[in-house]
């Protein structure tokens, strides 16, 4: 059935540090697929998406592209921040297919 | 133009008790996702609603969950003869139009959190 794989956590970084976090999906078709965020005490916020293959999504300075190639839609941010400092979550179609969620510490 | 609301925020039950969640979607939006979350895990699907109708309910694990949304608004899941492992972060969401376009974009509550002694 459809699937997402995320990379496991969890991840520590230093400010200006750059992060990627891996997901990979499986899916019939082609579907949209989605990074959310999780701030520490706030609900689930969607991050970007992209709809289609070649699709690059960005907000806040992360970016992902729809890979359909290698099935993928890995998040990245050249520069991190304390702020960022968050559980991340990848996931696709209107069931999100979460995969577990990666959290990301970033140390000043 | 708030967001979507969920209550309670904490519900904490008996072995074998009758519960009810209650969401209230953001005004307008046509669809409703239910989710749960077990600690240290991503939230799983359970149930999508378009309007009234509940359009996908393949992810209710069994028969004890149910879910309706008989105005279009407002849901309320109903989860029957509780048990241990059903205690869970339970979270609802709401989109404009659902997945009849596939740009919508879901927006989360802030979850009602079960706990099953």
């Known amino acids: 059935g459809d699937s997402v794989t995320q990379m496991e956590g969890p991840v520590t970084l230093s400010e200006e540090a750059f992060l990627t976090i891996n997901c990979t999906y499986t899916?019939?078709?082609?579907?949209?697929l989605f990074w959310y965020v999780q701030y520490p005490g706030e609900g689930l916020q969607l991050l970007l998406k992209?709809?289609?293959?070649?699709d690059k999504g960005s907000n806040k300075g992360f970016e992902a592209t729809y890979r359909k190639e290698t099935t993928s839609f890995h998040l990245e941010k050249g520069s991190v921040q304390v702020s960022d400092s968050a559980v991340y979550f990848c996931?696709?179609?209107?069931?999100?297919?979460f995969g577990a969620g990666t959290t990301v510490t970033v140390r000043a | 133009g708030a967001g979507v609301s969920q209550t309670p925020s904490n519900k904490v039950t008996e072995k074998g008790k009758y519960v009810e969640l209650r969401c209230d979607p953001i005004?307008?939006?046509?669809?409703l996702y239910w989710y749960r979350q077990s600690l240290g895990q991503g939230p799983e699907f359970l149930i999508y609603?378009?309007?009234?109708?509940?359009?996908?309910d393949s992810g209710l694990p069994n028969d004890r969950f149910f879910a309706v949304r008989p105005e279009g608004s407002v849901s309320t899941l109903k989860i029957q003869r509780t048990e241990r492992g059903d205690s869970a972060v339970y979270l609802c969401?709401?989109?404009?139009?659902?997945?009849?376009?596939?740009?919508?974009?879901?927006?989360f509550g802030p979850g009602t959190r079960l706990t099953v002694l």
């Open positions: 969401a709401s989109s404009p139009r659902g997945w009849t376009s596939d740009t919508d974009t879901q927006y």
């Open positions: 899916a019939t078709g082609y579907p949209s």
């Open positions: 992209a709809t289609k293959a070649d």
């Open positions: 996931g696709h179609d209107y069931k999100l297919s």
């Open positions: 005004s307008g939006h046509t669809a």
């Open positions: 609603f378009q309007g009234t109708g509940a359009a996908d």
